[in-house]
Nanobody
């Protein structure tokens, strides 16, 4: 089992920045691909970004590419999502997820463990 706890959400004005953290405990963190997803009110959960074991490979949704950066610190068992140039349409609950395989995927069902989520609200 892997336990994931997100933090860092909040209210920010459009154009601002936030950094989300995902602290993991349980099994060896470095064995897992880490992903971030989000769910806006009335919408399905969608892929945001993912990073492989060593951090050398990342993937992003087109809507956030160039504005968001995913990273990880395996020594701290933590993954991060740096969000810059935030827009009102980025408002959502953000979830981190862990995948017990080597490849980055964007599908929800590809991830084995999920956090409870952290709210991000971007005001216009």
């Amino acid at each position: 089992q892997v336990q994931l706890v997100e933090s860092g959400g909040g209210l920010v004005q459009a154009g601002g920045s936030l950094r989300l953290s995902c602290a993991a405990s349980g099994r060896t963190f470095s064995n897992y691909v880490m992903g971030w997803f989000r769910q806006a009110p009335g919408k399905e959960r969608e892929f945001v970004a993912a990073i492989n074991w060593g951090g050398g490979s990342t993937g992003y949704a087109a809507s956030v590419k160039g504005r968001f950066t995913i990273s990880r610190d395996n020594a701290k068992n933590t993954a991060y999502l740096q969000m810059n140039s935030l827009k009102p349409e980025d408002t959502a609950v953000y979830y981190c997820a862990a995948r017990g395989a080597s490849s980055i995927v964007a599908m929800e069902f590809g991830y084995d463990y999920w956090g409870q989520g952290t709210q991000v609200t971007v005001s216009s």
